[in-house]
């Protein structure tokens, strides 16, 4: 397969996000795979932001010591942290010439033979979701071109990482849907019942099935059931009647 090829394939790869069965730490290490193949790189590592903004790595591989010591300071400090934060890609020239910022990372990566570490932002807009980091040996920078394609493929990842996201997010948001509209059915089911036999109006229905749900401390969902099984509100249990002495055989 030839170059052009394989970069058409990784753009598919990253639209396919869509499949019930989506897999996103098997999505992640397929992006990095993709990077490392196509790109003159080592090592990539694709980093996820928290919350909180703290860059974490959630698919880690079999990787060296010496390589896992250097994405545990890239999660702090670096290429790949300043990629995130600016949303902007880093485009490092020797290690060796390094921000003082980085001197941890630095010291690590330089320590494990990497000359050259850019890193471009995972971003949609001005919003980020982690960044990758291209971990590169040899003499000269990663060329200007590969690093442009990188970029456009951590776009095309980001994009694929929303749609799965919202995707998820849609279908939640409709089973809850789903869930308050059954709700829904079962409580003026039950205002019905009440009303019929009890010669009331429906909100005084109503009323009288909230107080109920709320003395029992049950979801009204739950007691409109029991309404509609019986139908009428359900009797509280009597409390067991406490032996007295009367209630004592005589000898």
């Known amino acids: 397969m030839s170059r052009e090829e394989k970069i058409t394939a990784t753009f598919v790869e990253l639209a396919d996000t869509l499949a019930d069965d989506f897999d996103i730490i098997g999505f992640l290490r ?3 795979f993709r990077c490392r193949s196509i790109l003159d790189v ?3 590592a ?3 932001a928290r919350p909180e903004g703290q860059l974490y790595n959630p698919a880690p ?6 390589l896992a010591a250097v994405l545990d300071a890239a999660l702090r400090e670096g290429p790949a942290a300043d990629a995130h934060h600016t949303c902007a890609a880093v485009a490092t020239g ?8 980085w001197r941890d990372f630095t010291a690590r990566a330089v320590g494990a033979g990497y000359t050259h570490a850019p890193a471009v932002p995972l971003r949609l807009r001005q919003d980020t979701l982690g960044s990758v980091l291209l971990l590169r040996t040899g003499e000269h920078p990663l060329p200007a071109a590969d690093l442009t394609l990188a970029q456009a493929f951590a776009d095309a990842a980001t994009i694929g990482l929303v749609h799965a996201r919202t995707l998820r997010l849609a279908d939640t948001l409709n089973e809850q849907l789903q869930v308050a509209l059954h709700s829904r059915v079962l409580i003026e089911q039950a205002k019905g019942f009440l009303a019929a036999r009890h010669g009331i109006s429906p909100d005084s229905a109503f009323d009288t099935l909230r107080r109920h749900a709320r003395r029992r401390r049950l979801p009204l969902a739950t007691v409109a059931r029991e309404v509609i099984d019986i139908p009428d509100l359900p009797r509280p249990r009597s409390a067991p009647r406490r032996r007295s002495d009367q209630d004592t055989p005589a000898e």
């Open 30 to 32: 397929r992006l990095a």
């Open 42 to 44: 080592r090592d990539v």
């Open 46 to 48: 694709v980093l996820l």
């Open 61 to 66: 591989c079999g990787s060296s010591p010496a």
């Open 94 to 101: 020797s290690l060796a010439r390094a921000p003082g910022a």
